[in-house]
């Protein structure tokens, strides 16, 4: 590896560092000023609560054995609701490219299913699925499945067309040309896509505890709304947070190496 090289990959170190400490300084002083706040009385903690108040909260939570209980419940949904929308998008796709008929068939109905509202569907799930799990990863896969299919299809079809003419000329399969050159070519579409279905899986996730659920960070919310315990919804949205940025950064640790 030459100098320059070497100096490149520090300068982007340290940039990185750069942007990280900024990141955090910009938190911290979020809480600094927002405990401050709220020590002064110049913001009503009833409605906006403190940082204080959260991490009694989460300490009570913690002794009552309901902390990790709540967690692991919303994380088990999304994981599941993930991994079946990876997987049903990425295989719609491989059809509709191969198939071009169906893509032209379904592309009116996509869009109308993907500007729906989801929640309004909410009711229905629950009628025909119960309300259990099964409605809450359903309603999750929902909103994620149509932004996905769309966006790794539209990568599908922008693939570059010299190469496909390529392999087309060696007679080569359509499966041949998909595994050497489509996805290959998409790789970076289809791995920012997870990126996005993870926060869209949560969000459905949450979405459906709030209608059905007796348990997950979702129903602690919306229980922490009705009786008025906005301590109790600050903490969940806390809560929520930390649990999107761990699957983000989970999602890009496992797929860096694909770059």
Known sequence: MSKEQQKYLKKLKRNKIKILFYQIAIFVIFIIIWQYLSNKNLINTFITSSPKNIIITLKNLYTNNNLMFHILVTTKETLISFTI??????????ILYNFKIISKILDPYLTILNSL??????????????????SIITMAILISIIVSIQTIYNGFENTDKLKIKLFQTFNASKLTILLNVVIPENK???????????????????????LTSK????YLILYGSQIFNLDLVMTGIFLLIIISIVMYELIIFITKEWY
Not at 85 to 94: C, D, K
Not at 188 to 210: A, D, Q, R, Y
Not at 215 to 218: E, H, S
Request: glycine share 10%; aromatic share 6%; net charge positive.
């Open 188 to 210: 970076k579409v289809i791995l920012n896509t997870l990126k996005i279905n993870i926060s869209m899986c949560l969000i459905g996730v949450i979405m459906g505890e709030f």
């Open 85 to 94: 929308t990876t997987f049903l998008s990425l295989l719609i796709s491989i």
């Open 215 to 218: 348990a997950g960070i979702g």
């Open 117 to 134: 509202p989801k929640v309004a569907l909410g009711p229905i799930i629950i009628i025909w699925i119960g309300a259990n799990t099964k």
